[in-house]
Each structure stands twice: as C-alpha cells, then as structure tokens.
C-alpha cells in the first residue's frame, strides 16, 4: 500500500507541474514534443513521448530503458 501511495503521489504532483505549463500555455513557444521518463527502483526507465509528426498527426511513442543500456551509455562517454 505504501508503494501505491508514493507513486500516486509522484504522479499527481508530476500532471500538477504540467498543468501549471497548461495554465500559461498562450506565452509558450510552439511545443515539438513531450517527453517523459519513469525511473523504478529496480533501475528501469519508461521514457514516453508524444511529438508532432511531418504529417501534422501527434505520434506516440514508448520505450522500456534497461539498467544495461544506462552501463553501455556511461561507458561510451567514458570513453569519448
């Protein structure tokens, strides 16, 4: 129950914060897209994004990051 209660939580204050973007949304510049990353405890990421295609249609997207791609990630700019 008490992992329900967090997330829930993290996720309310989470739309609030876009909301508040939502209240002032007439002195933004054009939006391209948005995009989200949910970050488990167990080192998984879930990156959502919703973006304006070439075609005018808002296209989704969705991608399970696992804690290795991170690993492979650091390495490269280690290296780099």
């Known amino acids: 129950m008490k992992k ?3 997330n829930t939580k993290i996720i ?7 909301s508040a973007i939502l209240d002032n949304v ?3 510049p054009k939006l391209e897209g948005i995009e989200m990353a949910l970050h488990y405890t167990n080192g998984h990421t879930y990156v959502v994004g919703v973006e304006k295609g070439k075609d ?3 296209k ?8 290795e791609d991170f690993e492979d990630e650091s ?3 280690l290296l780099n």
Not at 12 to 18: E, Q, S, V
Not at 60 to 67: G, I, Q, V
């Open 4 to 6: 329900i209660k967090q």
């Open 12 to 18: 309310k204050d989470c739309l609030g914060a876009l």
């Open 26 to 28: 007439e002195n933004l």
């Open 56 to 58: 005018g249609k808002l």
């Open 60 to 67: 989704r997207s969705m991608e399970l990051l696992e804690p």
């Open 75 to 77: 390495q490269k700019m």
